[in-house]
């Protein structure tokens, strides 16, 4: 959505150019959410859309990124110890993460243009 | 599942015991017209296989549960796989919502469903509460080379959300929503 709104005309009507900069807004923010403790840290995420969640598992278990509300339905399981998982926000909304295998372990996030 | 249950019941014949009615996939039936007659309870991307998964819920099972009963017996879910397309470095190919695209047909479908005294056919190991589970190949016959173990397995911790997974979430989404 970023894009959009910073398109090449636009930007060449304020006198800048597509240079690294207007590159790293497109790309938005990666923002880290740490599984540890059979918890994500932070347990409320409000994210822009073009922004990335950074999933860590910090924890000396296995964990699921896990999204059942409907139209943002993904699932990233068997996260084990010391691995990684990026979830691209490209849609403004609002949207639950749960762990598959700890059913306290939930967290909101809220996207937003 | 079935090697753990033909140990059984061969040992039963060993020993001359009255074999009870076995559990397993087969009781399942394959309801072929799923995708036009069950409600969609939405499609789950995949990450880590490159999957979409599309689950359905029969339409009893779904009015009982919005009207804020359990989810009754006679539940038939059923999970619908497909590969994601991907693109040149392997990788999903995301759409302008950030969702995978479909990239072929369906390759496997699987299910889930429970009717009382299910359960007591199921190792207590493995047991959850009285759901079955079945792989199914795209014609809708058995697809006995699926390992059913891990469905159990992977479902069973979830008791609290009465052994679902994406059913029990968007089911009461749907309920808070009045929908």
New interface residues.
């Given amino acids: 959505m970023t894009m959009k709104l910073w398109t090449a005309p636009r930007l060449a009507a304020l006198g800048l150019s597509l240079g690294a900069g207007a590159a790293l807004a497109a790309a938005g923010n990666e923002i880290k959410v740490s599984m540890v403790g059979s918890t994500y840290a932070p347990g409320e995420v409000k994210a822009k859309v073009g922004d990335t969640l950074v999933f860590s598992n910090d924890d000396f278990t296995t964990h699921w990124v ?1 999204v ?4 943002y ?6 996260l084990k110890e010391g691995e990684t ?1 990026k979830l ?4 403004a909304g609002s949207f ?1 993460v ?1 762990c ?2 700890h ?1 306290n372990m939930v967290m909101t996030v809220t996207v937003a243009n | 599942m079935r090697m753990h249950r033909m140990a059984l019941a061969a040992g039963a014949l060993v020993l001359g015991l009255a074999l009870p009615t076995l559990a397993g996939p087969e009781r399942i039936v394959f309801p072929k017209d799923y995708a036009s007659a069950y409600v969609p309870l939405g499609a789950v991307d995949r990450y880590d296989s490159k999957m979409i998964r599309s689950v359905f819920i029969n339409p009893e099972a779904y009015k009982s549960y919005q009207a804020g009963k359990p989810l009754p017996d006679g539940t038939v879910l059923v999970l619908e796989q497909r590969p994601a397309k991907l693109g040149a470095d392997g990788q999903p190919e995301l759409d302008a919502q950030g969702r995978f695209q479909p990239g072929g047909a369906p390759g496997f479908i699987g299910m889930q469903a429970k009717k009382a005294g299910w359960g007591a056919d199921v190792p207590a190991a493995l047991r959850n509460g009285d759901w079955e589970y079945a792989a199914f190949k795209p014609d809708g016959t058995l697809n006995p080379a699926v390992k059913l173990e891990p469905c159990f397995g992977c479902h069973q911790p979830r008791g609290a959300e009465d052994h679902t997974f994406i059913g029990w979430r968007v089911m009461n989404d749907l309920r808070a929503a009045g929908k």
């Fill in positions: 896990y059942p509300t409907q139209g339905q993904v699932s990233r399981a068997e998982f691209s926000l490209r849609r639950r749960a598959g295998l059913e």
